[in-house]
């Protein structure tokens, strides 16, 4: 009875530990018609609007009961979505077109095309300069977008695949994947101001922020851990690892919870105990390939993508098996406590 009574309270604090000392577990999931890969979340908090990119479209649902509000067409490739309220324009990244779409939000219609860099992929919105700017990989370059007209105001060339960027204290700060780098650079001059190497881990992803520490919250694929950097020296404050495939961050103010997706299947959740001082909060199970999220901050739900895969044994020695979408598979999972 003693042995039983051990092992019965060694696999709660397992439990425990995979779920999370914060409450936080998958409450729900919100089937989403339609085929294709996918990659970013984007929330509207205020209009209670989730914005999926899926294959060639962005599918809209309600973030309150999924359903299904409508879909902005022909976005091939598409990897993100800005939103610029007060003009009431939104914005896609179509990473297979080197295109953004600038789109009514009411009604979900095309309003322009616009040409930028080769290979769009993370996209977001500066409200102060009024700018979207689109990570390019396939030039190593960032787009700047007036966000009124949808006219390039310029290029920032900063020689690497940007992935997620933070705006704070009037500037970006954009991980550069394949230099495991952050470049900071002023949205209205466009011009570098410094670049911090992560040094520590690699192939930095997912990226949040807390303004009041002035601590940035770096996701990083190699060797996969979990970097804080101090924002303004570029010093790495501590690291910790999480889940295999991070590719986005989110950022909890008020209960100072950093949350990481992660591909295999966790979300990893860590408590700021002050600015220089962290701990592992516990990791959450999610499902494989839900890689991507959505903080909100008005429920503080966290809304992931996810579907099943199928791979397909590689047709020659060496080669890499093929990953398929599952028909019919694709989710949003909702995190709550």
Request: with cysteine; hydrophobic share 40%.
């Amino acid at each position: 009875m003693i042995a039983l009574k051990g092992g019965i309270i060694a696999l709660s604090i397992a439990v425990m530990t995979l779920q999370g000392g914060t409450g936080y577990r998958v409450v729900t999931r919100y089937p989403v018609p339609g085929n294709g890969g996918f990659d970013y979340v984007t929330i509207d908090s205020a209009a209670r609007r989730l914005y999926l990119s899926h294959s060639t479209q962005v599918d809209v649902v309600d973030a309150d009961n999924g359903k299904l509000i409508g879909t902005i067409a022909d976005t091939p490739g598409v990897h993100g979505i800005a939103l610029a309220p007060e003009f009431k324009h939104g914005f896609t990244s179509n990473g297979r077109e080197n295109k953004v779409s600038m789109f009514d939000p009411a009604t979900l219609q095309l309003i322009r095309k616009i040409d930028v860099g080769k290979g769009p992929d993370g996209i977001y919105y500066d409200l102060k300069t009024r700018r979207v700017f689109t990570n390019n990989h396939g030039s190593h370059d960032i787009s700047v977008i007036d966000a009124k007209t949808g006219e390039v105001v310029g290029t920032l060339k900063v020689e690497g695949d940007g992935e997620s960027a933070v705006i704070a204290d009037g500037l970006v700060y954009v991980n550069i994947e394949d230099t495991d780098e952050v470049v900071v650079f002023d949205p209205k001059s466009l011009e570098i101001k410094k670049r911090f190497p992560i040094g520590v881990a690699k192939t930095p992803t997912g990226l949040a922020y807390d303004p009041k520490t002035k601590r940035l919250f770096i996701g990083c694929r190699n060797e996969p851990k979990m970097v804080v950097m101090d924002a303004v020296s570029g010093k790495v404050i501590t690291s910790f690892p999480i889940g295999r495939g991070v590719d986005y961050a989110g950022f909890d103010p008020q209960a100072k919870l950093i949350f990481f997706s992660c591909s295999e299947g966790v979300l990893n959740i860590f408590h700021e105990k002050s600015a220089d001082d962290y701990e592992d909060a516990g990791a959450v199970k999610t499902q494989p390939s839900a890689r991507t999220m959505a903080f909100d901050p008005k429920t503080k739900k966290v809304f992931l993508s996810a579907a099943e895969i199928i791979e397909t044994p590689a047709t020659t020695p060496g080669g890499r098996p093929q990953r398929t979408v599952k028909p019919g598979s694709f989710v949003v999972l909702v995190v709550s406590k």
